[in-house]
């Protein structure tokens, strides 16, 4: 190899390594897996992160809501594969976006009210126990009213995380940005079954199928990478995006070794 040839070779990995696309942007990537790293061995993480990689997924979708690492920790949580949000959490991305939240309880009923502070829109939705019943969120294995729901305090909150759900989903997406949901809602959402896994910590990452992974595998050049994974988010649901930038990730070191040799 010339000595031309290694400069146009270390200067091509460096772009790859440093250029910010727009699937990822390899600085923040690299920084957040060293951060995983360290939060693992200090066993600061919660409960449900059981691995460096879900970490890593974690911190990756807070960075792409605006989030620093450890509010994303804090924020979002990753359930059955799914990056969801707390409903603690929602009210500061709402005020992101602009828009502010009012809320109506009345017995077993919640409205929420956005309001978009430039343009003075509203939009609202109403969330009922009624219909928590009908969609099976409030009762666990036994058949019992789950602790969430019971009346008072825990049931308006439920009912509220509910009401704000429905919006994101039907009127305001924009909001959740990487995020598929409402965790509070999510979780009820489960069969008893999956719950009953979730509960356990035994966590199931969605998973590109092997032609997509086959099509990633035959890119020969950063750029072709770029294309194909940016083809594949849009061929593909919101819960893959995730798995897909980790194959992004390890496509891209390969091609790196392959430039090197």
């Known amino acids: ?18 250029q910010k696309t727009g699937v990822i942007d390899p600085i923040a990537w690299k920084q957040i897996k060293g951060m995983a790293d360290t939060l693992i061995e200090s066993k600061a993480l919660p409960q449900y ?8 997924v974690v911190m990756q979708a807070g960075f792409e809501m605006g989030m620093k690492p450890l509010e994303s920790l804090n924020s979002l949580y990753l359930v059955n594969g799914q990056i969801t949000i707390w409903g603690k959490a929602l009210v500061k991305r ?4 602009g828009w502010t939240l009012s809320y109506k309880d009345k017995k077993d009923e ?23 019943e009908q969609s099976n969120y409030t009762r666990g294995r036994d058949g019992r009213l789950k602790f969430g729901w019971q009346e008072g305090t825990n ?44 509960q356990e910590g035994e966590v199931v990452e969605q998973q590109l199928d092997e032609e997509l992974i086959k099509r990633i595998n035959k890119v020969k050049t950063h750029q072709e990478l770029i294309n194909t994974c940016k083809a594949i988010k849009s061929e593909v649901n919101a819960d893959y995006h995730n798995a897909l930038e ?13 430039i090197k040799q």
């Open 1 to 18: 190899m010339t000595e031309d040839t290694k400069k146009q070779t270390a200067e091509i990995t460096k772009l790859v390594n440093t």
């Open 49 to 56: 992160v059981q691995n460096k990689e879900q970490a890593i």
């Open 94 to 97: 709402f005020k992101v976006h």
């Open 110 to 132: 919640t409205t929420v009210t956005a309001t978009n502070k430039k343009t003075g829109e509203t939009v609202s939705e109403i969330m009922t126990f009624a219909e928590a």
């Open 155 to 198: 049931r308006i909150l439920k009912l509220r995380y509910g009401a704000l759900n429905k919006l994101l989903k039907t009127q305001l997406p924009e909001v959740l940005e990487s995020a598929q949901g409402v965790a509070e809602v999510y979780e009820d959402s489960l069969s008893p079954s999956e719950y009953q896994k979730v």
């Open 246 to 258: 980790l194959e992004y990730a390890r496509r891209k070191e390969e091609l790196s070794e392959e």
